[in-house]
């Protein structure tokens, strides 16, 4: 598939926004009728200055705009992105590109923004049309934040620009993306594992970067041109989310975190994406300094002396009462002594099991038992009572307590291991 475009854009209403928006091909050169196409059937979006070196064409009025591209007989929509991902910031009258969309720099410095993919495979010479509009003024029709497709861009507050496609005999192919809750963990999607909507996921190609989001039923649907993609979904803040199932037309990927997609000519390709995440088994530090402390009893505390448990100092540390016991637990650095620190983590595991937590409950990552876990630790303090950070054998130590962690939030409560959560947790996109 080759593009073939018609014309640059035209000045939006004074009363709106003012300049110029074109479109380039894959290395931001305008595309000028009769003579180019756009490589690969690539079809980017810029905005302000067109002609190097004076760069003296008209300014795009800064601010925030979406695009959208329509079929210019039908007007149907044929943008598969969210509008939220169709939505681009213009300073010093071009495009900025803050989330890295893949496209290029134009010679007058406009960042170009990809405009496919798009619904379905065109017809041959089919004439589509790219619109861009104020976010103002598409909410001035639609309302903050809410999406009422094409009517929200009204034809004299936007600024148009035409493209014709040429179809030879390769046509678009499509990639279904589906992403849901791994509930178990087991990398397969079950009977009753539900579906997240919202997740925000990216296609990547050597000059295409694109990010869409799940719908409610979980899916992103994708027409792209044949060929093979890397695939992956974007960070999140949250710590205790981990990827656990690629699975492409229902095979295990290549690669868990970005596999490799096929695109076929006129094919679709399924891909579920699956991912789990874990909270605090127990209670934490703080419940046990403060409203679990009266719970301690004397059974407690003589349960907590046979234990290896040591000090700052590396010397062995036997409670003898409540009070002393809360002492040690804020007595010295968090890594003066990592086996100190692993002491803590083991007495809070323990206390935790004594008060109802079922030492046969796993822990994720590390797929290991509470009870596992404990053992390790009080074999590694026996080893070695002095451990400091840094020392050659400390990275045993720092992996222990990071799924030790998982029981009680000790050291800290920013804790990614823990027990499976029956419910997907929190998420915060990073691009």
Known sequence: MSVLLLGLGQALASDCATGTVYTTSVQGWPIKVGNTRAQNGALYLAAGPIQAPECNSKLLKDGSYYFQVTDSHTKALVSTQTLGNRRFE?????????????????????????????????????????????????????????????????????????????????????????????????????????????????????????????????????????????????????????????????????????????????????????????????????YWLDDGAALIDSSDIASLRSLPLVSSNGLRFKPVNTEQLLQWFTDGGTWDNLSHTLSRSLALAALNVRHGLDPKTVIYPARKTVGTLMAEAKSLIVSDPLVPYGSSNSNAYMEQLGWLAGVSGEPDDDVSAGRLSAKPCGYTAVY
């Open 90 to 286: 213009v300073h010093n009258g071009r495009i900025l590109d803050p989330r890295s969309y893949g496209g290029a720099a134009t010679a007058c410095g406009s960042a170009t923004l990809p405009l496919l993919p798009h619904t379905h495979e065109p017809t041959s010479n089919q004439l589509l049309k790219v619109s861009v509009t104020r976010v103002q003024d598409y909410e001035k029709v639609c309302g903050r934040n809410r999406d009422c497709g094409t009517r929200g861009f009204v034809p004299s507050r936007s600024v148009t620009v035409n493209a014709q496609l040429r179809v030879d005999k390769i046509g678009v192919g499509a990639v279904e993306i589906f992403r849901f809750y791994d509930a178990n963990a087991n990398g397969e999607y079950d009977v009753g594992e539900v579906e997240m909507p919202h997740w925000y996921v990216r296609m990547n190609a050597p000059h295409m970067h694109s990010t869409g989001r799940t719908g409610l039923d979980g899916t992103a649907i994708y027409r792209l041109l044949p060929g093979t993609y890397g695939f992956n979904v974007t960070g999140q803040k949250e710590g205790n989310w981990y990827e656990s199932a690629a699975l492409v037309n229902g095979k295990q990927a290549n690669d868990l975190l970005s596999p490799d997609i096929p695109i076929r000519s006129a094919k679709t390709t399924l891909v579920a994406t699956g991912a789990y995440c874990t909270v605090p088994a127990g209670r934490g530090i703080d």
